[in-house]
Each structure stands twice: as C-alpha cells, then as structure tokens.
C-alpha cells in the first residue's frame, strides 16, 4: 500500500518547506513511510502573508456562497474517505474501520459548521433610552492560529478549519508531524471544493519553534 506525498499548504500552493525535515514512522512496524519536511520562520512568514490576503478576499464572501463551498468540500470528504483513511491508518495506527469512521465524521462536522455560519444571526439589545436602538451583527475577526494532535487527526484539524472559514476567518493550520498524510488529504477536499488562495495553510514543524 503506497503512501502519499508530504507538502505544506501555503497561498493555494503545494510546497516544500525549507526547513529540516523528520521521518513518518507506521506505529504498527516501526518502519519509515515517508519523510515530511518542516517549516522555517520563512515558510511562516509565507504562511502568515498568505493567511492576511485570504481574510481581505474570505471575509467579504456571503455566509451562503461560504456555506455552499463547505457543503462541497464535506461531499469531497466522503467520496475520498477510503483513500484518506488508508493514509491515516498508516501513519496513526487506527483500524480502517476506525480511520473511516473519522473521515465520515469530518464530513458531517464540515456540513454543521456550513449550516451554523449562515445561522450567525445578529441581535437586537433593549436600550436604555426611548428612540435608540442597539444592534449587533456579527463580523468576521481575523485569521485564526489552529493547532490539531495526533489521536484524531482528521476530526480535530476540522473543527477548526471548517469553524474558521464558516465565521469568515481564514486560518493557518499546524498538524501533527506525527500523522501529516490524512490532514493533507483533508485540505485536499477544501482546495478542489473552490476555497481561495490563503484562506487555508497547512504546515509542520518542530511545535517550540514554530508554534
């Protein structure tokens, strides 16, 4: 069973890092399945110029044209959910029955947060004198720093992605160096399902370097 190619996510593109890089070992063998490079403060310094841009461009996107490339990217999700889920339990040690499971849960945590974003109603504040009203809309507030662990690679890096871009934010993601394989195949299905350039960046590293 062939593993799959390790890149960083940064504007749209698939990269390598400039950094070093380490090993990705199956927990089951103890044998190399491949080798993930890491990411420089450069890289950061990309990534973090790339997540600004994606917020000037994400943020004026309707919560329904939001929601409608979420609901795409969970389709995606589960079309793949087999291919993911091999990588993933290559390199996290799930049965296949487990790692599909995380998958198909990715995809219905995506739809939740597509429909929740367009569900981020305003309110309206009783005001302390006759002739004011007070309003509050929501807004979205800036990139977001998202940070997922090895156990549930897949399911904790989507709640955050699909969270952030659902409010309107963009994000850079860090995942575990450990399992990289399935949160790439996951960033994968946002990439085709029409996210712009910068809304989403993917990248590893050394966690008291980079995080």
């Known amino acids: 069973m062939s593993y799959?190619?390790?890149?960083?996510?940064i504007d749209g593109n698939w990269v390598k890092p400039s950094g070093k890089s380490q090993d990705v070992i199956n927990p089951s063998n103890s044998k190399t399945i491949g080798e993930l490079g890491l990411a420089s403060r450069g890289d950061l310094d990309k990534a973090l110029a790339a997540?600004?841009?994606g917020f000037k461009t994400w943020r004026k996107v309707s919560a329904y044209e939001r929601g409608k490339i979420l609901r795409k990217a969970a389709d995606l999700v589960r079309t793949r959910a087999d291919e993911i889920a091999k990588v993933l339990t290559q390199e996290q040690g799930k049965v296949f029955a487990e790692a599909k499971m995380e998958l198909v849960s990715a995809g219905d945590i995506i739809d939740w947060f597509a429909g929740e974003?367009?569900?981020a109603y305003g309110r309206i504040?009783?005001?302390?004198?006759?002739?004011?009203r007070n309003m509050v809309i929501m807004e979205p507030i800036g990139p977001v720093a998202g940070f997922a662990p090895w156990n549930f690679p897949v399911t904790q890096a989507v709640r955050k992605i699909a969270a952030s871009l659902a409010a309107g934010c963009s994000i850079i993601i860090k995942c575990p160096e450990e399992t990289p394989g399935s949160p790439i195949g996951l960033v994968k299905c946002f990439h085709d399902a029409g996210?712009?350039?910068g809304v989403i960046n993917l990248v590893y590293g050394v966690p008291a370097e980079i995080s």
Do not use: F, M, N, W
């Open 125 to 132: 504040i009783p005001a302390r004198a006759d002739g004011v």
């Open 4 to 9: 799959t190619s390790l890149e960083h996510y």
């Open 51 to 53: 997540v600004d841009k």
């Open 195 to 197: 996210v712009p350039p």
């Open 117 to 119: 974003g367009q569900r």
